[in-house]
Structures are given as structure tokens and as C-alpha cells.
């Protein structure tokens, strides 16, 4: 009888460690499932980085190219960045120093990089410098460039070699391939907290010329369209970019033969044969990589400077807004086309970027902050990124502004894709832009010249709206017929931990008793007296910035209207 009850016990015993065990191995799936790579989703209309299952907004910078060179030059450069309030980070990982010698890795920067990340609690998207970097290959490792033979380069019309690696080698593309390969085999072996979320293949690619006039290419040349390409000009024909579009039709909108016969000898033609080799080329080093870690890809292009440029005179064969389509047909591993914005015409180039199948995102542009809030408000991107943002780090309106954004975070992701989400931003001489957003026309005025003037603007419900931005006036009124909207009331104020907390109730003065809202933003003295605000009492401009010392940064408020 005792042993049977030994026994009975025993079965219990193990019983109840194969529950622990179950409960344990379930413990760690639900782990793994929250940190499962990041990865595009489409919410609404909108698409979204989602980290951890959640939407990640990039409020971001990218680092000067040599600035992650070394460990000791990057170490000090990352709480810098936090202290910006920055989220997340774009950082260089060249060939040259990943793969000094083929076949021999080097990971000490690519760890150091996603260690002082992690540390300083900012994301990272990773900068692949490797065949190419605007235009060029001086990222590349000497073992490759001293090669010639096996790795050769674009050639000129008059047949001299340039520097430039040709995107024709298919030596240099498996070499390429290969060693990114590894680098994403690494990331997800020491990567375990999804520091890095993005990466980005090559740079600002192209050749200055119209043509790698290589035997192999002119040869290729000669052949037919990829079928690959024509099934996917036949498909979205009615929707294709007019540059694309036009050229195609000249030719009777040709279904097959080569790149002459349905394009024409023509400079468009040309461009949409290299385009394609460079679109093949990395996407076959993007799926490299992403068989090893499957993380969302980008590229970036040099864009075009004026409309009359032709191909090489800006690098020819990158993701420039006009070859938009023949890189969505030949790059199906690239997820996103992204523009590099240093022209003054931001408000007109994200608009060519921001479509149905390609989400907004801005890995570099000048550090001019109402570009970020214009580009999450207006056309719900993923991320906003200035170049050579350590520069930035005594902008005091640029780090407030970013501040701002911190706190507005969780609005912007939530009314992405909704389309009560809009945004205005003052380019050049505009004085004034008139939204309809529900059953209000919002006439926006852009106030103060000289400084910059922008807003998000939220609409929470019917007659709730939400204002985020600095220097403007903005008046509401009704679109219905036999009927006059009004200003209720109005409050300025902040938000802690997604709590709205009202700082003061504006009416009077501040709103010329509600017949229209005052952009002010948040006013400081100096930049170090950033808490004790004096403002002057008594006059029209009694809370905007009175004195050549102030200081505005974005503001937030609250807009009640009513009509009758």
C-alpha cells in the first residue's frame, strides 16, 4: 500500500512539472511573440512601422557618415542624441570596415552602435555604405576596388573606367549580397530588444551618365523589356507616374520587345534600363539579407534638382520620384522609396513620394522643424529625418520642437489614416492656405515672415479640434448652408503621459474674444531661463513674443466650436 502511494505521488510530481514546463514554454512564446521583428502594417489608410505590435513613430537623425567610424568618436555622440529627443537614429555600417579582408567580419561597430542605442533607449536604422554612396564607391573595401577585372567599373561613352562599381558585375552584386547577408545574420543573433528596426541598402545610388557603356550592359540593352517590368506596366498602366507614362505612350504602349522599341533610343529609355539594373541589383542584396532577418528595407535617392534635367545629370538608376514604378517592379524586397530633401519645395516633393503603395519617409532633409510636424501631419509618415543632426544639437527651437512631438506621439499614430489629420507649413512668400476639415473651413494665416510658421491640426470629434504648431491665426468657420460656426472656447496646454493638462484658458485678447485662434507656441526668454515665462500685459500682442530675446517654440491647444 505504501508504494502505491510513492507511486500515486510521483505521478503527481510529474505531473505537475510538465505544467511548470508548459507554463514556462508559453511564458517564453508570449515573450518571443512581443518581440517579434518590426515590420509594415497598414492601419486606415495609412502605413505604419509597428514595433512590439505597436506603431512607432520616427522622430529622428541622421548621424554625419563618419560619425560612427570608430567607438571612440561614437560614444559621446548618442546620449547627445537622446538629449535632442530624438527616438531613433540613421547610422552608417560601411563594407570597407565590416569586411576589411574577404571573408573576415569585423563586428566591433556594428555592437557598438546597437549597444549606445540601446543604452540611450533610440532605435536604429542602419545605413548599408557598400557598392554605392551617392553615386559613388568609395565606401567599398580596398580588396574590391583594387580588383578591376573581377569587379569592374561603369565605363564613360569614350570607354575609360570610372571609379563608380558598375551595377552590371554580377561578381561585385553576389560579393554584396553575401557579406550583407552576414551583417543580418549578426543584428538578429545580438539584436534581441529590435534596437535596430530598419535598414536602408546602398545610398543616393546612380552613375552620372545616361549609360554604363560596359559590353554586358550594351549588350542587355539590345534584349527585350523583363517580362517582370511589362507585366507591370500593363497592369497599373492607367496609374503610373507621367514621366514613366508619357514615355511609354509614345510607342503605342508597346506590350513586349526591347528597351528601343518600346521606350525609344531616347534618354527616358536608357534611364529605365539602368534604373532597372540598379533596382534588381540591391533588391537581390535586400532578400540576401532578409532570408537571414527579415527587418523592413528602404533606399533613398539623390532627387532630381530641376525638371529639365536629364538622367545623369542627377545620379541616374536611383529611386527618383520619376522611376518610381520600375523600382516597385524590379525591388519587390525594398519596401520604401524615400526622397533626400534639401530643395526649398518640401510641401511638392513629399507629395510625389507619399502614395497608395509607398509611405512617406524622409531619411534626410535640412533640420527646418516644421518639415517633420508637415510631413507626420499631412501625409502620415513613418519618420522624419534631418542629416548631420548632431549640428542640430544647439538648435534650441529644433530640440523643443522635437520635445513637442514627444508629447503628441501617441495622437499622431492614432488618427494616422483617418484623414482627420492635416497639416500646414509656410514655404517661401505663402501667406495664408484654407483647409475644409468635417463641416468646418479652417483659413489658416501664416503670421511672423521671418520665422517659421506650422501646425497639426487634429480633428478629435465634431467640433473638438486639436492645434499643434507656432506663428499662425487660425479662423473657423462653417461650410453648411444657413449656417455660421463659431469659436466656443479655447485652451492651451500640454499633455503628460497622453494626459491633457490645461495650462491656461484663452479668451479675451488671446482670441479677440474667440473669433479666432492664436498660434503663439510656447515663449522663453532665453534659452537657458526655459520654465519662468514673463509676459507682458495690456496690449494686442500681449502672449506672442515681444522682444528680439524671446524664443517661440510649437504650442498646443484646444479648439471648442459650436454652430447656429
Request: hydrophobic share 40%.
Amino acid at each position: 500500500m505504501q508504494k502505491k502511494i510513492i507511486k500515486i505521488d510521483q505521478l503527481m510530481k510529474n505531473k505537475i512539472s510538465n505544467y511548470i514546463v508548459l507554463i514556462i514554454i508559453g511564458f517564453l512564446n508570449l515573450h518571443a511573440y512581443s518581440q517579434q521583428i518590426p515590420y509594415l502594417k497598414k492601419n486606415e489608410k495609412a502605413t505604419q512601422l509597428m514595433i512590439n505590435e505597436k506603431p512607432f513613430l520616427m522622430i529622428a537623425g541622421e548621424v554625419h557618415n563618419s560619425s560612427a567610424s570608430t567607438v571612440e568618436y561614437m560614444t559621446p555622440l548618442f546620449p547627445k542624441l537622446k538629449a535632442m529627443n530624438l527616438n531613433s537614429v540613421f547610422v552608417t555600417m560601411a563594407w570597407e570596415q565590416f569586411e576589411p579582408e574577404e571573408g573576415q567580419f569585423d563586428y566591433t561597430l556594428v555592437d557598438a552602435i546597437i549597444e549606445q542605442a540601446r543604452a540611450n533607449n533610440l532605435k536604429v536604422c542602419l545605413l548599408w555604405f557598400a557598392s554605392w554612396k551617392n553615386g559613388e564607391s568609395s565606401y567599398a573595401p580596398l580588396w574590391v576596388k583594387k580588383d578591376t577585372k573581377r569587379f569592374f567599373r561603369v565605363r564613360t561613352k569614350e570607354g575609360k573606367e570610372i571609379e563608380t562599381l558598375s551595377p552590371f558585375c554580377e561578381a561585385t552584386k553576389k560579393a554584396d549580397a553575401k557579406v550583407f547577408a552576414q551583417l543580418m545574420k549578426h543584428i538578429k543573433t545580438v539584436d534581441k530588444d529590435q534596437t535596430v528596426i530598419l535598414m536602408q541598402p546602398q545610398n543616393e545610388v546612380g552613375m552620372f551618365q545616361q549609360i554604363d557603356y560596359n559590353e554586358i550592359a550594351l549588350e542587355l540593352y539590345e534584349e527585350s523589356v523583363p517580362e517582370q517590368l511589362m507585366a507591370y506596366l500593363k497592369k497599373n498602366r492607367n496609374h503610373l507616374n507621367a514621366y514613366v507614362y508619357d514615355a511609354w505612350s509614345k510607342y503605342n504602349f508597346r506590350k513586349k520587345g526591347s528597351w528601343k522599341e518600346v521606350f525609344g533610343d531616347t534618354p527616358e529609355s536608357r534611364a529605365f534600363f539602368t534604373t532597372w539594373q540598379y533596382a534588381t541589383y540591391i533588391n537581390f542584396v535586400a532578400k540576401s539579407g532578409r532570408e537571414q532577418y527579415n527587418l523592413p528595407m528602404m533606399v533613398n535617392a539623390w532627387i532630381v534638382q530641376k525638371p529639365e534635367d536629364l538622367p545623369g545629370v542627377y545620379p541616374n538608376g536611383g529611386p527618383v520620384s520619376r522611376v518610381m514604378d520600375i523600382w516597385k517592379a524590379a525591388a519587390p524586397d525594398i519596401d520604401i522609396q524615400s526622397p533626400d530633401i534639401y530643395l526649398p519645395n518640401f510641401k511638392e516633393i513629399v507629395a510625389m513620394y507619399h502614395r497608395d503603395d509607398n509611405p512617406l519617409l524622409v531619411p534626410e532633409s535640412k533640420a527646418v522643424v516644421g518639415r517633420a510636424y508637415y510631413a507626420f501631419g499631412e501625409h502620415d509618415a513613418i519618420c522624419f529625418s534631418p542629416f548631420g543632426i548632431e549640428d542640430a544639437a544647439d538648435n534650441f527651437v529644433f530640440t523643443k520642437s522635437y520635445e513637442v512631438l514627444n508629447e503628441v506621439e501617441h495622437l499622431i499614430k492614432q488618427y494616422q489614416g483617418t484623414g482627420k489629420m492635416r497639416a500646414v507649413l509656410k514655404e517661401d512668400n505663402e501667406k495664408s492656405k484654407e483647409i475644409t476639415m468635417g463641416d468646418y473651413k479652417l483659413k489658416v494665416i501664416y503670421e511672423k515672415p521671418n520665422e517659421q510658421s506650422f501646425a497639426i491640426i487634429i480633428q478629435a470629434d465634431e467640433h473638438n479640434f486639436i492645434v499643434i504648431g507656432m506663428n499662425l491665426t487660425i479662423f473657423f468657420s462653417s461650410v453648411k448652408k444657413n449656417t455660421i460656426g463659431y469659436i466656443g472656447q479655447v485652451y492651451e496646454g500640454r499633455y503628460e503621459d497622453q494626459k491633457w493638462i490645461t495650462t491656461r484658458m484663452m479668451n479675451g485678447d488671446e482670441t479677440y474674444h474667440n473669433s479666432r485662434l492664436r498660434v503663439f507656441g510656447r515663449t522663453f526668454q532665453t534659452e537657458e531661463d526655459i520654465i519662468k515665462v514673463t509676459k507682458k500685459e495690456g496690449e494686442p500682442d500681449a502672449y506672442s513674443p515681444a522682444t528680439k530675446q524671446s524664443i517661440v517654440t510649437p504650442g498646443i491647444y484646444k479648439v471648442i466650436t459650436y454652430e447656429r
